[in-house]
């Protein structure tokens, strides 16, 4: 099996993570629009916290995405601050969604993570890719 390592100063590592998060109350407010517009801020952020955003997609009440990140970064912290910008610029943006909310929450204060090591990450990611429907 071969692998596509990374290392650092005192590691080598090769860490996936497939995040899964939902809208609150599964209310569906990820229109086509909205979605590529969440798709453009999460590469920037990801980017911007220096994580490799490996696949992303978006249904109308929740978002997948497998990123690829280094043992000193903490995914709670990731997913916090990717959850919390998207959340106020969505709000901004397309102010309408409020009116589907309530509480002032876009997201669910839940996610669920998983490492995708043991699985291909073609097969993976190629699932991710898979989950937008029509």
Request: with cysteine.
């Amino acid at each position: 099996m071969k692998y596509d390592l990374q290392s650092g100063s005192h590691s080598v590592h090769q860490l996936h993570y497939h995040i899964v998060w939902c809208v609150n109350y599964r209310r569906t407010v990820i229109t086509r629009e909205v979605g590529d517009r969440l798709t453009e801020m999460l590469q920037e952020l990801c980017r911007k916290a220096s994580v490799e955003l490996l696949a992303t997609e978006n249904e109308v009440d929740h978002v997948h995405i497998v990123v690829r990140m280094k043992p000193n970064q903490q995914i709670s912290k990731l997913v916090n601050s990717l959850k919390g910008v998207t959340a106020r610029r969505l709000f901004q943006e397309f102010s309408w969604i409020k009116n589907r909310l309530w509480g002032g929450h876009l997201w669910s204060p839940s996610y669920f993570a998983v490492t995708v090591g043991g699985a291909p990450l073609d097969a993976i990611k190629k699932y991710v890719d898979s989950q937008r429907q029509g």
